[in-house]
């Protein structure tokens, strides 16, 4: 049982930036992996960034179009990340998910309810 709240999306302009947000709730949740995705009706989900923790710290991951604009962040109890999107190109436009995965031999995935970002021309 996971609960996640997503927040920060909104209508930017080409260059603009966007700082999302998601708070989960539920569960342990330090040990766990938490990033987000995103999709537009009709299109194929794809993989923005993601948290992964590890006996050294948490770790990032990212696409490569997210990779030099894009900036992920774990907060130290693990159930808050958030993602500083700056450079917003309006192929940047859709709808953009929270996911938290618990590893093991059978992985879980939990979604968010996701928030909009337009980005204009």
């Known amino acids: 049982q996971v609960q996640m709240v997503e927040s920060g999306g909104g209508v930017v302009q080409a260059g603009g930036s966007l700082r999302l947000s998601c708070v989960a709730s539920g569960r342990t949740l330090v040990n766990v992996d938490m990033g987000w995705y995103r999709q537009a009706p009709g299109k194929e989900r794809e993989f923005v960034a993601m948290?992964?923790?590890?006996?050294?710290?948490?770790?990032?991951d990212y696409d490569d179009f997210a990779k030099d604009r894009f900036t992920i962040s774990r907060d130290n109890a693990g159930n808050t990340t958030n993602l500083e999107m700056n450079n917003l190109k309006p192929e940047d436009t859709t709808i953009y998910y929270c996911?938290?995965?618990?590893?093991?031999?059978?992985?879980?995935?939990?979604w968010g309810q996701g928030t909009q970002v337009t980005v204009s021309s």
């Open positions: 948290t992964r923790w590890t006996w050294r710290g948490y770790t990032s």
């Open positions: 996911n938290i995965r618990v590893p093991g031999a059978v992985p879980v995935d939990y």
